[in-house]
């Protein structure tokens, strides 16, 4: 079962801030983030591991809540280099696969 | 850097013709995977397999067939293509799920048109 993105779609000045949440109804081992841009293959950002941790690079980072099953990816001072689909993937304890969100499409706009 | 090669960016085909989409990655990954991308759907997972001559159904394997017989090479197999699989095919390889930070590294994706 896909886990549920929200918002479907967001549009940004650049500097503005925005969250992408992620949830799923199924226990976790995992959630990844990647975004995607237009005609091109999706890009990993950044994985997380059940523990709750919280990880970033530069602007943007993810914090995971593995009791609630729900992630979120905090984008700050966003750039018009953001712009694109951003999904996340999870993956269940004991399994193989990464199952992706139907994506959030992100415009940043000078 | 690892990559991830489709044989085809664009591929045109007939109804029932049997097509075959190709997958070789360079990073002795042991997962491959093959997931379909549609607008408003995001990337639907069609089968996966963790090791050669290994595969799975993922969650929308019908019309689909897969083969794994090196470690490097994953194929998906439309046995008769019909005009509902005209889609973006991405593929996929990655660590083991118990590696440390295992993401998925993809391709640049198929683009087919079933006419």
């Known amino acids: 079962q896909q886990p549920v993105q929200s918002p479907q779609a967001v549009i940004l000045r650049e500097g503005e801030d925005a969250v992408i949440n992620c949830s799923s109804s199924?226990?976790?081992?995992?959630v990844h983030w990647y975004r995607q841009k237009h005609g091109e293959a999706p890009v990993f950002l950044m994985i997380?591991?059940?523990?709750?941790e919280q990880k970033g690079h530069d602007k943007i980072s993810a914090s995971f809540n593995e009791k609630k099953q729900q992630s979120s990816l905090y984008l700050t001072a966003s750039q018009l280099s953001y712009s694109g689909t951003y999904f996340c993937?999870?993956?269940?304890?004991?399994?193989?696969?990464?199952?992706f969100g139907a994506g959030t499409r992100l415009f940043v706009k000078a | 850097d690892v990559k991830v090669t489709q044989s085809s960016r664009y591929l045109v085909k007939r109804t029932g013709e049997k097509v075959f989409l190709e997958c070789v990655q360079d990073?002795?990954?042991?997962?491959m995977f093959w997931y379909r991308q549609d607008p408003g759907l995001g990337l639907r997972l069609i089968y996966f397999?963790?090791?050669?001559?290994?595969?799975e159904k993922g969650d929308i394997p019908e019309g689909y067939s897969v083969s794994r017989e090196k470690k490097e090479r994953f194929s998906l197999i439309l046995e008769s293509a019909s005009t509902n699989q005209t889609s973006m095919y991405l593929c996929?390889?990655?660590?083991?799920?118990?590696?440390?930070?295992?993401?998925?590294?993809f391709g640049n994706g198929t683009r087919l048109t079933v006419t």
């Open positions: 993937g999870t993956e269940e304890s004991g399994g193989f696969k990464t199952i």
């Open positions: 199924k226990a976790l081992y995992s």
């Open positions: 397999s963790y090791d050669v001559k290994m595969k």
């Open positions: 990073m002795d990954h042991e997962n």
């Open positions: 996929a390889s990655s660590l083991p799920i118990n590696a440390v930070n295992s993401p998925l590294h």
């Open positions: 997380l591991l059940k523990g709750g």
